[in-house]
């Protein structure tokens, strides 16, 4: 049988490392020593990867996908009279990258659905993804079984459980993928309406943001709320015994309103000359009365308002979590708090700050 020769250009960009280097090493008979040397790595990082691969073989999805990949390299011409060997061709079947990509952001965007999962039946060439509910199990989605096997090969979905239909479920890295792949979607769009610079893909990947209006001293603005940068986002995603949001998005705004005036508070003044308005006509450029230290006084009034507000107690819970960004486990024991009493203290001292600003709420 002619030799494939699996090499980092024989492959879509797709495919991860692992995965040529077990087909070189596995399908392609190459030493470690060589795939060490093209992919610029220790020949023992190979055989980890070789390893890591061939004990998830057990996975029918993931080994047909290796076989797929080992296919999907022709075979080389051994009838040259050099001997040199040609450069493979891949077969047009193969998926793309932009198949991958527009299938990535459908797919695992469902699976992140609650009592959602892959579910890929033998021999069937069509993938589904299902989500249990009450009346039963519901088809969501569908994909080809190639798409779920580069899935698999990038660890983006995990097998739960094996059988005549393996069920797959999703995997942190893929959701760090989903992440990626939305802000490159936001970044596309942002670019296309003439911004300079968007976010970075790692920024939207860490963080798990929700749109808000907040209510500042200069008026009302919209304004992204990233829960995974503070502890009210955790107790955000939790529920209550009626399945509501422990903390509504309100409380949640109400605190981060407070810790953005706490941050504003400890901005120090401006030590330089201020040229803002220096080449501006029809304005005056001499200092107006508010001195370079008004800025920050005000917002730490503003903050000493809001805890003078809540009260002792509260005002303490609210700027351990709130403002120190401290977990409730650590504000309970230094506060001396029994166990999980802190959620039930620091909801009920959102819900008073938040009438700090807004106002109290009518039945």
């Not at 077969?91 to 990509?101: E, F, I, M, N, Y």
């Not at 970044?187 to 296309?192: L, S």
């Not at 953005?260 to 107006?288: H, I, K």
Request: glycine share 8%; with cysteine; charged share 30%.
């Amino acid at each position: 049988m002619p030799a494939i020769a699996a090499s980092a250009t024989d492959f879509p960009d797709w495919v991860p490392r692992p995965a040529r280097l077990y087909v070189g090493h596995a399908c392609a008979g190459r030493s470690l020593r060589d795939l060490a040397r093209a992919e610029r790595c220790a020949p023992s990082t190979v055989l980890r990867h070789v390893r890591r691969l061939e004990a998830r073989r057990d996975d029918p999805l993931l080994d047909d996908a290796l076989d797929r990949l080992a296919e999907a390299v022709a075979p080389l011409d051994p009838t040259e009279e050099d001997g040199s060997m040609s450069a493979p061709t891949l077969r047009s079947d193969l998926v793309d990258d932009a198949t991958l990509a527009r299938e990535g952001r459908r797919i695992l965007r469902r699976l992140t659905e609650p009592g959602a999962f892959l579910a890929v039946g033998r021999g069937l060439h069509q993938a589904v993804v299902m989500r249990e509910t009450e009346a039963g199990l519901a088809r969501i989605a569908t994909l080809p079984r190639a798409v779920a096997q580069a899935f698999v090969l990038k660890d983006w979905v995990r097998c739960t459980h094996a059988g005549t239909v393996t069920r797959y479920a999703l995997t942190e890295p893929g959701r760090a993928a989903l992440a990626r792949m939305l802000s490159d979607k936001l970044r596309a769009k942002a670019a296309a309406r003439g911004m300079a610079e968007a976010a970075s893909p790692f920024l939207h990947q860490q963080g798990e943001r929700v749109a808000a209006t907040i209510d500042g001293p200069d008026g009302a603005m919209e304004a992204q709320v990233n829960l995974s940068e503070s502890p009210l986002g955790g107790l955000a995603r939790k529920r209550d015994r009626d399945g509501k949001p422990f903390l509504p998005l309100d409380l949640v705004v109400a605190g981060e309103r407070l810790r953005e005036e706490y941050e504003r508070a400890q901005m120090g003044p401006r030590v330089g000359q201020n040229w803002e308005r220096f080449l501006t006509a029809g304005c005056d450029a001499a200092p107006s009365g508010r001195g370079p230290c008004e800025g920050p006084s005000d917002a730490r009034r503003r903050v000493s308002e809001a805890l003078r507000a809540l009260g002792p107690g509260l005002a303490d819970v609210a700027l351990r979590v709130c403002c120190l960004l401290e977990g409730l486990e650590t504000a309970e024991k230094r506060m001396g708090w029994s166990a999980r009493s802190g959620k039930i203290v620091l909801r009920i001292a959102l819900q008073r700050l938040r009438d700090h600003y807004d106002g109290p709420r009518t039945a």
